[in-house]
Every structure is written in C-alpha cells, then in structure tokens.
C-alpha cells in the first residue's frame, strides 16, 4: 500500500503548478496538526515519520515539513490541497491518507473535536465515502488499542 503512495511522490511534477502532491499530504497533515491549535511533539513525530515512509525526500523531509506549515499558515481553504490530491490518487491511496490523519489526530492520547471535524472535512474534499471515514478512524482506533 505504501508502495502506491510512494510511486505518486516519485512522479515528475508539471511546470506552473504551485502545489506538489507532497506539499499537498503534508498539508492536510498538517492541518490535522494545528486544529486543536496546540503543536504537540507526539503529532509533529508522527507527521514527519509519515512523511518520511512515503517519500523519497530522506533529511529534506523537514525542508517539505516547514514548506508545508508555512503554506497552511498562508491558506486560504483545504480545497488547494484537497484538488492536488483528488487529480493524482487512487481510492486506495486516499484512504492511506486519511488513516495517516487519524493517527495524527490520535497520537498525542486526545481527539480534538476540531481534529475530527477537519478531519471529516477534508474526507468530503477528497469525495471519500462517509463509511470509508468510519473505517478508517476504527482502524486507526483499533490500531492504537493494540500498542
């Protein structure tokens, strides 16, 4: 599954485009991140690690992550990220996406009612059904039970 997302961060980016796929992911990262309006270690690790597994960036991983949150700041709507997205990924990869928000959102031991919620909103962005939101908030639930 990994290797999907993988291959889509390897893929030649075109000219005039503003937003790369990678900037996209750790954006909307990103966005689980600082809903709660509190940047927690725990959540920054697991947003960088994430990052890390899925792209081929290595040390520059904190250039894309410092990238990303600069561009969040500056943002006016998901959508710029979410448009990225919906354009390159397969179901598939977009469920890895939303599971790698839950555990964001879960990491630090709190749900944020303002993680949920953006999490729910970017999973309408990216037209995921809603049970596939259920789904993978369980997973990750179920996933974190077992650590």
Same mark, same amino acid.
């Given at each position: 599954m990994l290797k999907a997302l993988k291959s889509l961060f390897s893929m030649p980016v075109e000219q005039g485009e503003q937003i790369?796929?990678? $900037? %996209?992911?750790a954006a909307l990262l990103m966005e689980v991140m600082l809903a709660d309006h509190v940047i927690d270690e725990k959540e920054e /690790?697991? !947003? $960088?690690?994430?990052?890390? =597994?899925?792209s081929e960036? /290595?040390? #520059? &991983? #904190?250039?894309l992550y410092q @990238? %990303? $949150?600069? /561009? !969040? =700041?500056? %943002?006016?709507d998901l959508y710029q990220f979410t448009k990225v997205i919906n354009e390159t990924a397969t179901l598939e990869q977009k469920m890895l996406l939303l599971k790698a928000l839950w555990r964001v959102a879960f990491v630090d031991g709190d749900l944020d009612a303002h993680e949920d919620h953006r999490i729910r909103r970017i999973s309408e962005l990216l037209f995921m059904p809603?049970? @596939?939101? &259920?789904? %993978?908030k369980i997973f990750v639930q179920? =996933? &974190?039970s077992k650590e």
């Open positions: 790369t796929y990678q $900037k %996209a992911v /690790g697991q !947003v $960088k690690d994430f990052l890390r =597994e899925v960036l /290595g040390d #520059d &991983i #904190d250039v @990238e %990303a $949150k600069t /561009g !969040v =700041e500056h %943002a006016n809603h049970s @596939e939101f &259920i789904q %993978a179920n =996933e &974190i």
